[in-house]
């Protein structure tokens, strides 16, 4: 089994890399902020509901 020569570091390739992971966390913030907006709009509506029940 021949191992793989390390790829070269080409500075296209890591401006390349760090696109990607800045589109990443970029995407991954945007689900996170729609996410817990949802949790805190569904937590609203509950207290809302049970304020309304009592």
């Known amino acids: 089994m021949s191992s793989l020569p390390p790829l070269p570091a080409s ?7 760090q696109r990607r992971g800045e589109k990443l ?11 817990h907006r949802l949790v805190k709009d569904k937590v609203q509506l509950k207290l809302r509901i049970r304020f309304f029940l009592v």
């Open 11 to 17: 500075p296209s390739m890591t401006r390349h890399m």
């Open 25 to 35: 966390r970029q995407a991954a913030a945007r689900y996170l902020t729609r996410h």
